[in-house]
């Protein structure tokens, strides 16, 4: 059946509506915990390459300078804040300092983490504490203290760094996991409740990366042969290869993506 002539006008204006510049995250401030090493540091250089300032809060330094060349290259902004993101008031600390040094937040991407690796029945209370505290815990207080900035202001974007584990139980993980989990759970919680506000909360889900963190699983052979047969892209992604997600949850690209655990992962999880 041909379409109408009404049909087609209506279409190419609906259509005309979509510009590329919607990527664009230009005048946007982005708040990227752990955003001087690893993945973190790819993160903030993406949303800089995209054109976004960005505010970093890390337990330590170490990066800093390496991640302030590379954003400042790119023409823009960064500052940083040395802090321990699972104090008590850490949070909201570090949403008013992102608001006191650039004078607004758009942004926030809940990336700082820890994993500790023990067959299950080694594992102890520490570990379970100390993953879940940073993993978990400190998602949902930052998450809250900058829902409640975007909120007023009618707009934000927060987006989660999940797993494979946020779908899988994994081994020798059991802390990493359940916080995994956890994440994919607030992440949509959150968005089932600030979509109201226009604010929009997804998690990408990354699949096996070249990370200091997977280094360990990568020198084991038969691990790393397991792994790798379950992969139709049939390799380890290197780190670039996350962050094209990045940027469009980041995006005005995004705003009708809501609730998403978005895996990046050369097919992992269709095996």
Known sequence: MAQSQEEIRQNEAALDKFKMSAFDLTGKVAIITGGNTGLGQ????????AGADI????????GWESTRQMIEKRGRKVAFMQVDLTAHGAAQQVVDKALATFGHIDILINNAGMIRRNPLLESTDEDWDAVININLNAVYHLSMAAAKVFAKQKHGKIINIGSMLSFQGGKFIPSYTAAKHGVAGLTKAFASEMGTYGVQVNAIAPGYIKTANTAPIRADKARNQ????RIPAGHWAEPHELMGAAVFLASDAANYVNGTIMPVD?????R
């Open 266 to 270: 050369g097919g992992y999880l269709v």
């Open 226 to 229: 397991e792994i790798l047969s």
């Open 42 to 49: 790819g993160y903030a250089v993406a949303l800089a390459e």
């Open 55 to 62: 505010f970093i809060p890390a337990h330590h330094e170490v």
